[in-house]
């Protein structure tokens, strides 16, 4: 019988400003496809046809305690990817010790600042969703999936995905 790997510590970082000790929960970003079924002449049945990335998948929210006058400064971002966000959580086995990094990277800008409710005495939870363009799954130092929606990148285990269909465009 074997252990799963579990999160044990993490922390987040936005712009390189570490919030070691302030961030209260990370929801790291969904992986889906966009799937259409398509049923031609002479199929017995529907396929799903896969259209690329779902496109529910580019949001990730995080809370933080208190307030961030940074967080504040950076809503209204005009571009895409003005704002990078970097997970960095350690997982570790129960039955063998043995530890992994996993390392999520984002690259967006604010949809939402929460400030959640203030009572005096009471505890206070800033919540943040930040829609990305640009993502890095890293586990271990292997990048196993990054996504430039941009620029047309797709990559899966080192796979891009997308690298014929650039070509054949032109790019």
Same mark, same amino acid.
């Given at each position: 019988?074997?252990?799963?790997?579990?999160?044990?510590?993490?922390?987040?970082?936005?712009?390189?400003?570490?919030?070691?000790?302030?961030?209260?929960?990370?929801?790291?970003?969904?992986?889906?496809?966009?799937?259409?079924?398509?049923?031609?002449?002479?199929?017995?049945? @529907?396929?799903?046809? +896969?259209?690329?990335?779902?496109?529910?998948? &580019?949001?990730? /929210?995080?809370?933080?305690?208190? *307030? !961030?006058?940074?967080?504040?400064?950076?809503?209204?971002?005009?571009?895409?990817?003005?704002?990078?966000?970097?997970?960095?959580?350690?997982?570790?086995?129960?039955?063998?010790?043995?530890?992994?990094?996993?390392?999520?990277?984002?690259?967006?800008?604010?949809?939402?600042?929460?400030?959640?409710? @203030?009572?005096?005495? +009471?505890?206070?939870?800033?919540?943040?969703? &930040?829609?990305? /363009?640009?993502?890095?799954?890293? *586990? !271990?130092?292997?990048?196993?999936?990054?996504?430039?929606?941009?620029?047309?990148?797709?990559?899966?285990?080192?796979?891009?995905?997308?690298?014929?269909?650039?070509?054949?465009?032109?790019?």
């Amino acid at each position: 019988m074997a252990l799963p790997k579990k999160l044990k510590l993490m922390n987040l970082f936005n712009e390189g400003n570490s919030y070691l000790g302030e961030t209260g929960e990370v929801t790291l970003p969904k992986l889906g496809r966009k799937f259409e079924k398509w049923r031609g002449g002479g199929m017995n049945g @529907a396929v799903d046809v +896969d259209f690329g990335l779902d496109d529910a998948i &580019t949001e990730m /929210s995080w809370k933080l305690g208190g *307030i !961030d006058p940074l967080v504040i400064r950076q809503f209204g971002v005009t571009s895409v990817s003005g704002i990078g966000l970097r997970f960095a959580g350690s997982y570790q086995r129960d039955d063998t010790g043995e530890t992994s990094a996993v390392e999520v990277v984002v690259r967006g800008r604010h949809q939402e600042i929460d400030f959640g409710n @203030a009572k005096s005495g +009471d505890d206070t939870e800033m919540t943040i969703k &930040t829609i990305w /363009s640009y993502y890095k799954l890293t *586990i !271990d130092g292997n990048v196993e999936v990054e996504i430039d929606i941009p620029n047309l990148v797709e990559k899966v285990n080192g796979e891009d995905l997308l690298k014929a269909h650039r070509k054949n465009i032109g790019l």
